[in-house]
């Protein structure tokens, strides 16, 4: 039977306020972890924190294995437990920073749960790719992304308000505690969704449907040029969170100037999501991929030319708008460009690829900081995003037919 049209599709709203809620509790989470670092490790431990963060962000890492591990089993299963999990996870650890026992090394029960919180974080996130086509239809695919994506963007913009206030009011542990609470609205919203059986009869081993899942990836150019898109668009977003705070700094905005250029991003960022469902509505989703990456080329190039404050505050804002796009588009051809038997693996492929960019960028930039300086390195970012644009416009005289196929 057809899905009904989005705004009057029960599961999809259903499924919508249930990602909603958990975003808010990532955002809880995300303001609030640091300061349990610093509750069991000593104030102002930096390199904890560092390593908490770290270790948190390894299960990506693990993105093909999970997606193979999701093409196998019902979607209820990872949903419903993944959701539970890390509820119970955070309640142990609110249970620990209130009650916290004597003689156990608390920081690398923090570590542990980072770890944990990451893992089950990535199964929830990428079955949840999987079942979104199959709530909506084909044809609501696109704006049904750009509703997630607001989800998860807008809701944590008033989560770290509400968890500041509730870290400096009340405590870490209560935060941390409500947060928990957060994750435990998805499996109650998903009990009233009828979630579809994984129709996978697949008995194969497990290390040949990752190989499969790369090459399935690998093998199709537009999915490995979308893969490449977001690698090295997430890799720019993290060298412009190394080279900001001190731009500013220079500038003479300090703090609050990078405050702002943050803010100003996260807005670019709902302004991308909510253009591509209205203005960009009509365009075919490679052509969606290159508006992005026209706001991305002015972002750097305004970078790199100026020394104003306001010039790098117009940046941001244009840098989050190809931010926002850009992945709606790329997880809308993913998910058109793929099996039901197959989205897991490939999905997973994806999140690995984009976790590499993060971590190669990283080091890179401090590298990079050492033997040019921040305008040749804003010059290099600009030379990416072109070379990106050209790729795309490659695609597109070489293969339309394809690339209509995916306009909605």
């Not at 770290?54 to 299960?59: E, R």
């Not at 029960?109 to 790719?129: D, H, Q």
Request: some cysteine.
């Amino acid at each position: 039977m057809q899905a009904p049209p989005l705004m009057r599709n029960p599961s999809f709203l259903v499924y919508w306020l249930a990602r909603a809620s958990a975003a808010l509790g990532d955002a809880m989470m995300f303001v609030a972890l640091p300061y349990a670092v610093f509750a069991v490790s000593g104030k102002g431990n930096e390199q904890a924190l560092a390593t908490a963060l770290l270790v948190g962000s390894l299960p990506r890492f693990l993105g093909l294995f999970v997606g193979s591990l999701i093409d196998r089993l019902p979607l209820r299963l990872p949903l419903l437990l993944g959701s539970v999990l890390r509820s119970l996870l955070f309640l142990g650890l609110a249970a620990l920073l209130l009650w916290p026992p004597a003689h156990t090394p608390l920081v690398q029960l923090v570590y542990a749960a980072a770890f944990l919180n990451g893992l089950l974080a990535i199964f929830v996130s990428t079955a949840g790719g999987v079942l979104l086509p199959q709530l909506v239809t084909e044809r609501d695919l696109p704006r049904a992304n750009s509703l997630m994506q607001v989800a998860a963007t807008g809701v944590p913009l008033v989560g770290y308000g509400v968890a500041g206030l509730l870290v400096a009011s009340i405590s870490v542990s209560w935060t941390v505690f409500l947060a928990a609470l957060c994750f435990l609205v998805l499996p109650l919203c998903l009990s009233l969704v009828r979630l579809p059986m994984q129709r996978s009869s697949n008995r194969r081993p497990l290390w040949r449907d990752m190989l499969d899942g790369a090459a399935l990836l690998l093998g199709q150019p537009a999915l490995l040029l979308a893969s490449v898109t977001a690698m090295l668009l997430n890799g720019l977003t993290m060298l412009l969170n190394v080279l900001i705070p001190g731009t500013m700094q220079v500038l003479g905005w300090g703090a609050r100037g990078y405050g702002l250029f943050e803010a100003l991003f996260s807005a670019g960022v709902l302004l991308g999501i909510i253009s591509v469902s209205t203005l960009l509505g009509r365009l075919g989703l490679p052509e969606r991929l290159m508006a992005a990456l026209t706001c991305a080329l002015t972002a750097f190039g305004l970078f790199a030319v100026s020394h104003s404050g306001p010039v790098f505050f117009a940046g941001a804002l244009l840098f989050g708008m190809c931010g926002g796009m850009a992945s709606v588009a790329v997880v809308t051809l993913f998910q058109l460009h793929t099996t039901l038997d197959n989205r897991g693996k490939v999905l997973g492929m994806f999140d690995s690829m984009s976790a590499l960019g993060v971590t190669f960028a990283t080091m890179l930039t401090g590298w990079l900081t050492t033997v040019m300086s921040q305008q040749a390195i804003f010059l290099l970012g600009t030379g990416i995003v072109v070379i990106l644009w050209l790729a795309y416009l490659f695609q597109r005289r070489m293969n339309p037919p394809a690339a209509a196929q995916v306009a909605d």
